[in-house]
């Protein structure tokens, strides 16, 4: 269904930076480029709202249309490997924790070379056992296995041991703990009709067979699913003693002269280094972003946080569907003109009768503002659910949202493409977790005319943004990431999208700044500032979340690995981590509902003299946002209340609250101590959205409508509604430069 | 898990008639029931053109495998496409077919 998709090299751009767009069709020889600005992406053909804009640009025309080819599964590499010296035995070895052992079969340890079948590979092989393969580049090759799978989800001591004065080698693995389960040690010993060729040119790789990658250059397949933890290799055949020794010892060298190499995981957590310490630097990269800062072999409990105990977490989490940077050759160019207006871009291609956006955005001149007004566009929310699959593995993802699953092309494309990864919603192949989402691939779920979630619904916002005449700059999350308070405060107020969920603590640091300094925030989202996420200052693109203690969590995270492994941080709700959103903005997630949305009812505070601009031309009766494109009115999907013991300020004023929600509306996990039989929306007073304003004492306010069904309810009736009165009444008392005061 | 009764045609009705609810509290159960079988071999929606065309699809048995489009089962309208997933979950869950 899907022809052609593409991906940029960044997100957010500024005036004269170099933009990169990579491209891949699939099927069409030929394809059109241009040069949009995005407007409103809401294409619903009966809404009439959509909104696009054609720019001249120097790469708009035709270009030829081709696959690039695209490989999950992470792994490592150590391109020179030390030398085993004659006579030629070795010994290689490591803990594994396989997760997947019955999936076909999965390198561990490889130096090996398919085109002479030469070298050696450790593996999990078709019947999920260990086995040894060796090859003597001349027609000699043997498959050694043990002949017994391995046990899901234990750790085992693997290793194989060659000698080369007998030709006999030696595969053994030995569960870690059996006591109480049936033991999954075996081992096996063959003499070889020929000499194993242990040098090899070829670099070493772990978590996978060494392959060429289809676009040319090194690659991987057959990749491991599971840990691995202190791998080493030894210039002989080590006893089972020996082997044992070595596994347990930390500082291997200091042991055995004869220690070729011996990887320490637990250094360089954060990065994608791999360091070797022993006498040869062998030191090696992760490719495509395995998993570090989990637990390794010997983890005892004792510490929670990997930072405290590094030698305990020096284990690495292989994926074979991990993904970083698909690694596509740039079709084209775009050098971003100096006087292009700020704002939400795509280069629009066109294929047949297929059309995909590789959408960015432009910023002003770095240190200027050309409006008073910036919106914040979500792009750490953006990543997070990048390339979201949920709806198509989840079981209970129907009754959740109450609807029967309905996938667009985009959808369908991801279903049958599991090379282009998975998004923190999901779980990985084996079942765990996925921490890290990348934007350096293409995100089917960021651009114009794709569902109602996530990117798209906040161009409602710009739409009627543009609709009103309010002039407004694009800056995103990860600059303010990078440039903190700093970014903001060239701005009389700050818009945010939808759904500003994800906020890493220097963005969080900066928007409170900002306020403190008499900024304006206009929240007109729900859902907003929950969980603390983390990039990374190594790699570029890459957002990590840990998904701590509860919350809307979709999945457990791993007991023991809720510290991040980009900043040491602990992860997890901000609410968890003693700074709910409440005490930000005012409000925070109470409740999610995806049938029915209500609306809101003006409260007494709503007559207080210093909430009079917001109610400008409403009346007293009337009732705000009974009408919306998600669930029919502005209060829904994801809901946030005020809560004075979570922090919302004293002095703030709930203005409205919502009513009017379904059965189908509940409360957040972390909303309840336990369930009951009144959790819903129709029984559960707690469920409500509360439209909050306050002023801070250098003269700045904040108002949130807490509601991410809100922005969806900007356009009715030709954007002539109260939703959009009441917003714009906020929005241009905001830009009004004379000072809010602190109430007495 | 919920055993649907297969000769309550009366909640088959009311859904038919009211495919976008809310529905009655035993119609709740029924639907929940078929929105509650497992991901692999479920019938669902492609929405092939925004707001305007919607096809029966079927999820694989494996994760990753190609979706079972059904090409002969298309819709212009979202509710009548919706009456057609119902109707075939049913079919596969109680055995009995729904003219």
Redesign the interface.
């Known amino acids: 269904m899907k022809k052609i998709v593409g991906y940029a090299s960044a997100w957010s751009v500024l005036p004269g930076d170099t933009l990169s767009i990579m491209v891949s069709t699939y099927g069409p020889k030929r394809y059109r480029a241009d040069l949009v600005r995005v407007i409103c992406g809401d294409d619903e053909p009966d809404r009439g709202i959509y909104r696009e804009e054609e720019i001249a640009a120097p790469f708009n025309g035709e270009y030829p249309g081709r696959t690039q080819p695209t490989v999950a599964g992470s792994y490592l590499i150590v391109p020179d490997v030390p030398a085993i010296t004659a006579p030629g035995s070795f010994t290689v070895q490591a803990w594994i924790f396989p997760t997947t052992p019955d999936r076909g079969e999965q390198g561990l340890i490889a130096n090996w070379s398919g085109e002479t079948a030469s070298g050696f590979a450790l593996l999990i092989d078709e019947t999920g056992a260990l086995a040894m393969r060796l090859g003597d580049g001349n027609g000699g090759v043997a498959d050694v296995s043990t002949g017994r799978p391995l046990a899901v989800r234990r750790w085992h001591l693997v290793a194989a041991a060659y000698d080369a004065a007998t030709k006999e080698v030696r595969v053994s693995q030995e569960p870690l703990e059996t006591p109480l389960e049936v033991s999954s040690a075996a081992s096996v010993t063959r003499t070889l009709a020929f000499d194993a060729a242990a040098n090899n040119s070829a670099p070493l790789v772990m978590a996978a067979l060494p392959a060429e990658h289809p676009a040319g250059g090194p690659g991987a397949r057959n990749h491991f699913n599971g840990k691995i933890d202190r791998p080493r290799l030894t210039g002989r055949a080590l006893s089972r003693a020996e082997i044992t020794a070595l596994a347990w010892d930390a500082m291997p060298h200091e042991r055995d002269t004869s220690v070729i190499a011996a990887w320490d995981f637990a250094r360089d957590i954060g990065g994608t280094r791999i360091s070797d310490v022993g006498p040869n630097g062998a030191h090696g990269r992760a490719v495509n972003l395995p998993s570090r800062a989990v637990k390794g072999f010997n983890w005892s409990g004792a510490e929670q946080n990997w930072r405290h105990a590094p030698h305990e977490y020096g284990a690495i989490h292989f994926h074979d569907d991990d993904h970083y940077d698909v690694g596509w050759q740039a079709d084209f160019d775009y050098v971003v003109p100096e006087n292009l207006r700020s704002g939400v871009y795509a280069a629009r291609l066109r294929a047949e009768d297929d059309e995909w956006y590789v959408t960015f955005f432009v910023r002003p001149p770095r240190g200027t503002a050309t409006a008073k007004l910036a919106f914040l566009a979500s792009t750490a929310t953006y990543m997070a659910y990048s390339n979201y699959h949920w709806q198509l593995h989840e079981r209970y993802a129907e009754v959740t949202e109450s609807f029967w699953t309905t996938l667009d092309k985009g959808d369908v494309f991801l279903q049958e493409h599991s090379e282009f990864g998975l998004s923190t919603y999901d779980t990985h192949s084996d079942g765990s977790g996925v921490r890290y989402a990348s934007r350096l691939r293409p995100v089917l779920n960021m651009a114009p005319k794709t569902p109602l979630w996530s990117f798209n619904p906040d161009t409602h916002i710009l739409g009627w943004l543009e609709e009103k005449g309010i002039a407004y700059d694009v800056i995103t999350d990860e600059d303010l990431h990078h440039e903190g308070v700093g970014l903001l405060e060239p701005y009389t107020a700050v818009i945010t999208g939808t759904h500003p969920e994800y906020y890493t603590t220097p963005m969080w640091d900066g928007l409170r700044a900002y306020l403190a300094r008499a900024g304006r925030l206009v929240y007109l989202g729900g859902n907003g500032f929950i969980w603390r996420c983390a990039f990374s200052s190594e790699m570029p693109g890459v957002l990590e979340l840990r998904r701590a203690e509860d919350g809307i969590r979709y999945r457990d995270e791993e007991p023991g690995e809720y510290y991040l492994e980009f900043t040491g941080e602990y992860g997890g709700l901000w609410r968890r981590l003693g700074m709910a959103p409440q005490a930000l903005v005012g409000v925070g997630t109470v409740a999610v509902g995806f049938d029915v949305s209500g609306h809101y009812r003006r409260k007494e505070a709503s007559f207080d003299p210093r909430a009079s601009f917001i109610f400008e031309g409403i009346g007293d009766d009337e009732l705000i946002g009974d009408f919306g494109i998600l669930g029919g009115g502005a209060s829904g999907s994801e809901i946030d209340a005020a809560n004075p013991m979570l922090g919302t300020p004293a002095h703030a004023l709930v203005v409205a609250s919502s009513e009017g929600h379904s059965a189908n509306t509940y409360l957040v996990p972390d909303e309840t101590g336990f369930h009951h039989c009144a959790m819903d929306g129709v029984q559960n007073p707690g469920i409500r959205a509360d439209m909050t304003f306050f002023e801070t004492s250098c003269g700045g306010a904040v108002f949130s409508v807490g509601s991410i069904a809100w922005g969806a309810s900007l356009p009715h009736n030709g954007y002539d509604n109260n939703v959009a009165r009441l917003s714009e009444n906020v929005v241009r008392r905001f830009l009004d430069p004379a000072p809010f005061t602190m109430p007495e | 898990m919920y055993a649907i009764d297969a000769s309550r045609t009366d909640l088959v009705e009311e859904f038919r008639q009211n495919p976008g609810?809310?529905y009655s509290p035993e119609l709740t159960l029924v639907v929940?029931r078929l929105?509650?079988?497992?991901?692999e071999e479920?019938y669902?929606?492609?929405?092939?053109k925004?707001?305007?065309e919607?096809m029966v699809?079927k999820?694989p048995t494996v994760?990753?495998?190609?979706?079972e489009l059904f090409e002969d089962r298309v819709f212009d309208d979202?509710y009548a496409a919706?009456w057609e997933?119902?109707r075939m979950r049913w079919e596969a869950v109680t055995g009995q077919a729904i003219r």
């Open positions: 609810g809310p929940n929105r509650l079988g497992p991901m479920r669902i929606l492609v929405c092939t925004r707001g305007r919607w699809a999820m994760r990753g495998a190609k979706l979202y919706a997933v119902f």
